[in-house]
């Protein structure tokens, strides 16, 4: 039998612990803040692990010194995303990081209370992840690419490199919401530049090569191809097959022309990671996601493979190598 005294305590320690904050809780489960990274990528070292690894150091944080991080990863499988957000949110981390579309919607879909910074997505309000960028929704965050409002610059850049160009192929996942939203834009853009769009769905990796195949057939001149879950894991097989079909392809992300690709237009992907590690120390401190604005890109970049120009026969006009932020040779 207890003595009353400690008794009396034990029991006032247990209500203190099951009303304290989430965020206390999380730093008692280890001693550290635990940090939750859902990724479409797979184990291993990664440029987007890296990049928030970075993003971490820049505000005084070591990743098992200051902040646990809880990882968890789809493998490029978009439908594994709603279950493992389940498991981190039965962690319970003081925050949730979710790079790109899918991850973000997943959290959201996982918990309603806590914090969520989602990067690189590319329409915040569109996807129904925010109701403004001033005033985000409650637990929710981070930083938008804004990629489903490029559409019209994208293939701008693409009739500048192939002038004659009516039927442009675009390549997008279905299943991924931020390539939908981007597929809508382009569609919206393309008639004022006499364009003709031409989809061309994959949903695994195994339907690749008989996308390609079916834009040969359809006589596609250029190409439009979606950064995503399922694309971006896969970008050097689908640079490769652009290359074989001879098709001038701008990208959604500057990975793919550093893997080989023509050009892109985008937001640095990898900054923005590294960015969103400002908005986890920001709550780490007690700040509420909802009153933290969604940060939009405030630079746009142009990169383009001058090596691959030459490979495919197309003379990239002077003016656009003026404007490249980054030209590869």
Sequence with gaps: MWPMQSRRDFLAG???????????????????????????????PSPEIEAFQKGLADVGYVEARDVAVEYRFAGGQPERLRDLATQLVALRPTVIVA??????????????????????????????????????TANITGLTSNSAQLGGKRLELLKAVVPKASRIAVL??????????ASKELEQSAPALGLTLQRVEVRKPAEFESAFDTMTRRHAQALFGAAGLLTTPHREVLVHLAAKARIPAIWGERQFVESGGLMS??????????????????????????????EQPTKLELIINLKTARALGVAMPQSLLLQADRVID
Excluded: C, H, M, W
Excluded at 27 to 36: D, I, T
Excluded at 99 to 121: E, H, R, S
Excluded at 172 to 181: E, I, K
């Design 172 to 181: 997008y996942n279905p299943g991924d919401s931020s390539n939908v939203l």
């Design 265 to 294: 237009y985008a937001a640095d992907f990898y900054e923005q990671i590294r960015r969103s590690a400002l908005y986890v120390e920001k709550i780490l401190k007690g700040a509420k996601p909802g009153d933290l604005p969604i």
């Design 99 to 136: 790079p790109g579309t899918p991850a973000a919607v997943a959290a959201k879909q996982a918990t309603g209370d806590i914090p969520i910074v989602f990067v690189g997505v590319a329409d915040a309000v569109g996807a129904g992840l925010a109701a403004s960028f001033a005033r985000p």
């Design 14 to 44: 247990a209500l203190a612990a099951l009303s304290a904050p989430l965020g206390a809780a999380a730093q008692q489960a280890g001693g550290l803040p635990r940090v939750g990274f859902l990724f479409y990528g797979s184990p291993g």
